[in-house]
């Protein structure tokens, strides 16, 4: 087994472990034994209270935040990738705030939410992302080229843009103005009964897509020229990772609101583990995307319990100082060493 096999084993380990640490812990703490009679089918002698709380509401949990984390771990990882930028992210970009955007006016619009037994949020969320991160990707561009700087002030006034039309959405309905607050800073409560399960299939049908165009991502980590002589079609390619990376964000979004700097974070975590291969780069940061949330969501029920924070909240104290540590890192990068 190579290395980044071993080490890609190990953080889906760890991915486990904090699986457990959040179906574990809370408000009211549930014992590793009976935790794990639960898990091994040998539940008879767990109180029923503790049953109910674990199946019945921190597995579903657990469960909506490993997709989710998932998710925006790929998503960030795709973005990064294609546009050769490591402060891309869903949230810093506004991707995410166009895919809550559709959510919000949905919702206050009392569009209905099921056709012929579809769930139609991710699909609006999706369309929402799409547009914004054309927008933002036809703004960045100067003579043709993105720059970093460039591609993340246009992300951050887009994303403002956008936050004060939910706002504006948001307050034209006041008897959904709070509920909608609070969704938009982040959670993990399944939406209702079986949201883990079709959020379980998106996250495995975009990890398989994503894979798809592994070796595309590394021929254009070359740059576009040298990927064009490798062989790939990059305006097809383009066109696959936008739509893909898009879809991506507005399934999370749709399922768990507005969660920030997973997508950023994840992907550099997996680049540090697994290296820049994207065939094992994109896994890793899924998985790393799932372990950080999993951990963030223990953080937020624990650290104020009984009061809970939103899990938005908890990244964005985790990400923020990351990000600023990337862009202090890019702009000297940029000035070179000092004479």
Not at 212 to 236: K, M, P, S, T, Y
Not at 238 to 262: E, Q
Not at 288 to 317: F, I, K, M, N, Q
Request: aromatic fraction near 6%; hydrophobic fraction near 60%.
């Amino acid at each position: 087994m190579s290395r980044a096999a071993r080490r890609l084993t190990a953080l889906g380990a760890a991915c486990l472990a904090a699986g457990a640490v959040a179906v574990g812990t809370g408000a009211t703490r549930v014992p590793l034994a009976d935790l794990a009679r639960l898990l091994t089918g040998r539940g008879a002698a767990v109180p029923d209270t503790v049953r109910l709380i674990v199946l019945d509401v921190r597995i579903p949990r657990a469960m909506v935040g490993a997709c989710v984390g998932a998710l925006l771990g790929t998503a960030g990882a795709l973005l990064q990738g294609f546009l050769r930028n490591p402060l891309a992210e869903p949230y810093l970009l506004g991707v995410s705030s166009g895919a809550a955007l559709a959510v919000t006016a949905a919702i206050l619009l009392n569009l209905p939410l099921f056709f012929h037994g579809v769930y139609l949020l991710p699909p609006l969320a999706f369309a929402g992302a799409l547009v914004t991160l054309a927008a933002v990707y036809a703004l960045a561009q100067v003579r043709g080229r993105i720059q970093v700087t460039t591609l993340v002030l246009a992300g951050v006034v887009v994303s403002a843009f956008l936050s004060a039309a939910i706002m504006l959405v948001a307050a034209l309905s006041s008897a959904h103005y709070f509920e909608v607050l609070s969704w938009l800073m982040g959670h993990l409560q399944p939406l209702a009964r079986g949201t883990q399960r079709w959020l379980a299939g998106y996250a495995v049908v975009g990890l398989g897509l994503a894979l798809a165009q592994a070796r595309d991502l590394n021929a254009l980590a070359l740059g576009e020229e040298e990927a064009a002589a490798l062989g790939v079609n990059i305006e097809r390619a383009k066109v696959n990772l936008f739509v893909l990376s898009s879809l991506l964000t507005g399934v999370a979004v749709a399922a768990s609101g507005l969660i920030g700097f997973v997508g950023l974070v994840a992907p550099h975590a997996a680049r540090l583990l697994v290296g820049p291969d994207h065939r094992r780069l994109l896994p890793a940061a899924a998985v790393a995307g799932a372990t950080l949330l999993l951990l963030s969501d223990a953080v937020a029920r624990t650290v104020l319990a009984p009061t809970e924070l939103p899990v938005g909240v908890v990244t964005a104290l985790v990400g923020g100082p990351f990000f600023l540590w990337l862009l202090v890192r890019h702009v000297r990068d940029l000035a070179g060493p000092r004479a």
